[in-house]
């Protein structure tokens, strides 16, 4: 059964950047059935599709963060991570990281890790 | 980029009643729709993809209709643990895949 899970700091300074890693277990991030995902919520708000990453290390980003956005895969630990620059307090959210499931013609995120608050403060 | 609308924003039922959430696209995605159910402290849970398509383990009380740019998302027979918030999300064309801003659904 494919498991994710976030980690990385709870505090983050404004102008810094934020980075989180995904460690994924019971599936490999070599499978070509998935993308990998990043989603946030900032507090009270809805969902925001960050960007993904495939295990070829193909990657799209949202737009609107993409100037500041990295997402990157290492097979060897099974793991995916995300880098937000230059980052300010609008970016305080839970990040959750997710597994987009294409192995047919339709795509969903299923399953999702079980998010991380990240705090932009000084 | 597509954009997604849910309405209503808010939503108050009672346990065993129907209720129907919309959600609008700005452009025709096919039935390249998924309907995910979050409370509160909790990651989003996947209910529907293919815009009709129950995910394994879902209830069926919960169903999905729809295709083009309007869809809705229908729970017959309202249980207590059906109170939460309800995010649609298109996954049409490349990422990232947009999310509509959620419809909350409450006593």
């Known amino acids: 059964q494919l498991q994710l899970q976030e980690s990385g700091p709870g505090l983050v300074k404004p102008s810094e950047t934020l980075s989180l890693t995904c460690t994924v277990s019971g599936g490999s991030v070599s499978s070509s059935t998935y993308y990998w995902g990043w989603i946030r919520q900032p507090p009270g708000k809805g969902l925001e599709c960050i960007g993904t990453i495939y295990y070829t290390g193909a990657t799209y980003y949202n737009p609107s963060l993409k100037s500041r956005v990295t997402i990157s895969v290492d097979t060897s630990k099974n793991q995916f991570s995300l880098e937000l620059s230059s980052v300010t307090a609008a970016d305080t959210a839970v990040y959750y990281c997710?597994?987009?499931?294409?192995?047919?013609?339709?795509?969903?995120?299923?399953?999702w890790g079980q998010g991380t608050l990240v705090t932009v403060s000084s | 980029d597509i954009q997604m609308t849910q309405s209503p924003s808010s939503l108050s039922a009672s346990v065993g009643d129907r209720v129907t959430i919309t959600c609008r696209a700005s452009q025709s995605i096919s039935n390249f729709l998924n309907w995910y159910q979050q409370k509160p402290g909790k990651a989003p849970k996947l209910l529907i993809y293919a815009a009709s398509s129950l995910q394994s383990g879902v209830p069926s009380r919960f169903g999905g209709s729809g295709s083009g740019t309007d869809f809705t998302l229908t729970i017959s027979g309202l249980q207590p643990e059906d109170f939460a918030t309800y995010y649609c999300q298109q996954s049409y064309s490349t990422p990232p895949y947009t999310f509509g801003q959620g419809t909350k659904l409450d006593i």
């Open positions: 997710g597994a987009y499931d294409s192995s047919n013609y339709f795509g969903w995120f299923d399953p």
